[in-house]
């Protein structure tokens, strides 16, 4: 069966400062999406960075960026320069090719001014 | 702009009552889906529609059910509401074949 952990429940962090969030999947298929969602306190699930398991570059967009080890099945994000508004619960989650994606427990997140 | 609306954004029920969750999607998508989320255990599936009339359980079906008439529209219902069911529900979708997922707002229910 496909999981995902995430071992950090709570966070906090110096607005400014850098953090990373872990998240660890296991699965034995090739081929597959990652992903990590955002959702602040108005509830608005928001797709952050995706990253295709075929491709060896970290993706990046913009402050957020990934560590994508295959091998050691992890998928952790970086925060470069957090800011307040980055405060909000985040998701990582994981789908195989035309099944349904399966999220983990999710990592509060505090950014503190 | 893609929006998927859910029609109530609190919603309090009595235990034993029907209830109907609704979820509006403007994207013509195909695939639609609903999730619980609760403290600790992040999202789960309960059900999702690859089609009008098509239906597949998740992995949280138990006490719920689901109804896709039209494309744009898919309602969860609890036949009858326990308060174990007190929950934030989302409402997805995506097209056919992609992982991107368009989330709603989120109905916070609770079951008195």
């Known amino acids: 069966a496909q999981t995902v952990t995430q071992s950090q429940p709570e966070m906090s962090v110096q607005e400014a400062e850098t953090v990373t969030l872990s998240c660890t999947y296991d699965?034995?298929?090739?081929?597959?999406?990652l992903f990590w969602y955002k959702q602040p306190p108005s509830r608005q699930m928001i797709l952050v960075i995706r990253?295709?398991?075929?491709?060896?570059q970290n993706a990046t967009e913009n402050r957020f960026s990934v560590n994508f080890q295959k091998a050691a099945k992890s998928f952790s994000l970086k925060i470069s320069d957090s800011q307040l508004g980055d405060t909000a619960m985040y998701f990582c989650?994981?789908?195989?090719?035309?099944?349904?994606?399966?999220f983990g427990k999710g990592t509060r997140l505090h950014i503190l001014p | 702009d893609v929006k998927v609306t859910q029609s109530s954004r609190y919603l309090v029920k009595r235990t034993g009552e029907k209830v109907f969750l609704e979820c509006v999607q403007d994207?013509?998508?195909?695939?639609m889906f609903w999730y619980r989320q609760d403290p600790g255990l992040g999202l789960r599936l309960i059900y999702f529609?690859?089609?009008?009339?098509?239906?597949e359980k998740g992995d949280i079906p138990e006490g719920y059910s689901v109804s896709r008439e039209k494309k744009e529209r898919f309602s969860l219902i609890l036949e009858s509401a326990s308060t174990n069911q007190t929950s934030m529900y989302l409402c997805?979708?995506?097209?056919?074949?992609?992982?991107?997922?368009?989330f709603g707002s989120g109905t916070q229910l609770s079951v008195l």
């Open positions: 994207m013509d998508h195909e695939n």
């Open positions: 990253q295709e398991a075929y491709k060896q």
């Open positions: 997805a979708s995506s097209e056919w074949a992609s992982e991107k997922l368009f």
């Open positions: 529609s690859y089609d009008v009339k098509m239906k």
């Open positions: 699965t034995s298929e090739n081929n597959y999406y």
């Open positions: 989650a994981f789908i195989l090719r035309d099944d349904k994606i399966i």
